[in-house]
Structures are given as structure tokens and as C-alpha cells.
């Protein structure tokens, strides 16, 4: 049995921002579709996009995105090793959390952007993309650093970033939980030098 052809992202793109599946397109500045290495081993999943990320249509490119580029150093990996998505295109206002609707009516489009990429690893960050990538209502916190197999991917849920500017505590977590991505990926680290 064959499968569906893999549409080429910059087809998936152009879906994108023609979408009017639900109301956010009303209020978007930029669609994020995401950006990175179509043929990326690790493919990054982030709930949606903030006001930073409307404003210049890539994901990841306020505070939290400076600190993802900093965890991705940490797994010895950079931006330009791997695709960066998010469930929501679109942003929500006052970046309130997604919407059951606005879930169903998105995620088609990461659906075949995972398709497409064909990663090994998926990486979630956050509650929404855990929830949805891995259909579970286990939260964040009992489901970090915790490599799943679902399907052909295997998936690797980690707190979103912006959860430790706001609380520091988690910045372990997300150091270490990044530092056993780059283990999973076989990117050893140098030894620190004192």
C-alpha cells in the first residue's frame, strides 16, 4: 500500500496563508509557517505564535527564542539543523492559549509539514504540542525529558522555553532534557574546561 505524496512545504506555505479556517487569520500580521531544514532530523513543535513572532512571521524570535537557540547549543545543534513549527500558525490574541477549533482547523497543515520533514525526533514544547503530537492528557510536567515512540518518529516532550523565563526552577529541566536530545542524537558534547 502506498502512502499520500509528501507535498513540498512551500506548497504547505502557500495553504497557509490563504487560510481562513478560523477566525485568528482575521487579526495575523504574518502567518509563522516555520522555518528551518526541510530534511531536518529534529523537527521543534511550539503551541503558536507570540506578538514578536506575528510581527516578523518566524517562530521562536523573542526572549524564548533567544533562549531555545542557547538549549539547541546545549544538544549541539543550531537553528539551521532543524525545522521550527508551531501547532497554531496564527497568533491568538494577547497570546491566550489555543482553542479547541483552532487546533482541529491547524493542525492539518503541521500534520503534512511532519510528513514532509520526515523527522526522527519530534520535540514539544509545552503542554498543547505534547497533547496534541502524542493524543494524551498528561501535562508537561509528568511527561518531560520521557522519549516516546509513536509512529515513525520518536517524540521527546520538553517544557516550552518561555516557561523558564517566567519560572526559573524549570531552566534545569530544559537544560538537561536538551543535553539528552544531543545524547539521543549522538552530538557528544566537549567537556566543560575550567
Known sequence: MVGKPHIPLEDIRAQVADCTRCPLHEGRTNVVFGEGNPQARVLIVGEAPGKNEDLQGRPFVGAAGKYLDELLAIAGLERKDVFIANVLKCRPPGNRDPRPEEIQACTPFLREQTRTISPEYIVTLGNFSTKFIL??????????????????????????????????????????????LGRLLGNEQPAAVD
Request: net charge positive.
Open 135 to 180: 493524543k494524551t492528557d498528561t501535562g508537561i510536567t509528568r511527561l518531560h525529558g520521557k522519549p516516546t515512540k509513536a509512529g515513525n518518529f520518536t517524540v521527546f516532550p520538553i517544557f516550552h522555553p518561555a516557561a523558564a523565563l517566567y519560572d526559573r526552577s524549570k531552566r534545569v529541566a530544559l537544560e538537561e532534557d536538551f543535553a539528552t
